[in-house]
Each structure stands twice: as structure tokens, then as C-alpha cells.
């Protein structure tokens, strides 16, 4: 709750269709490693999405593959509430 309250962690959602699917986007500060890591999948933030179920996620972090984070940023953003 602290990173909510902080900024530090964002949460939206697609109210309007039933999409079970999850991207967790995360990006780091100008000069680290690279711009970030898009991770789409089934999983929840929860004890059982992350280690009881079976769940299929794919993590995008190489620059020749994926989309940077801010650019996945803006193309969901006419979507999220």
C-alpha cells in the first residue's frame, strides 16, 4: 500500500471487458540497465498466482523485441481507467 501511496506503483484497470490477462510494466531510471520490462501473462500479485498455480507469463526485456515500457505506456492508455 505504501507504493501506491508513494506513486511508486500504479494500478488500473479495463472495466468494461472481462480480461483476465495482466501487464505489469516497469520502468527504471535513465542510465540503469536499459528502459524496463513489460511482463504479460495469467498471473496475479498473490501467493498463489506467483507460486501455487500453474500460470503462463512471458517477460519482454530485450530491445530488439520488445516495445519500450513508455511506448506500451501510451498505446493502453486510452484503454485504462
Not at 18 to 34: C, L, P, Q, S, W
Not at 46 to 65: C, D, H, P, R, S
Amino acid at each position: 500500500m505504501e507504493w501506491i501511496k508513494s506513486g511508486k506503483l500504479e494500478v488500473r484497470a479495463y472495466p468494461s471487458e472481462r480480461v483476465h490477462a495482466k501487464i505489469y510494466i516497469m520502468t527504471f531510471h535513465e542510465g540503469d540497465r536499459d528502459k524496463g520490462r513489460v511482463i504479460t501473462g495469467s498471473s496475479n500479485f498473490t501467493e498463489a498466482g506467483l507460486q501455487n498455480n500453474l500460470e503462463f507469463n512471458v517477460e519482454l526485456k530485450n530491445a530488439l523485441i520488445m516495445t519500450s515500457p513508455p511506448e506500451v505506456q501510451r498505446a493502453l492508455a486510452s484503454r485504462w481507467t
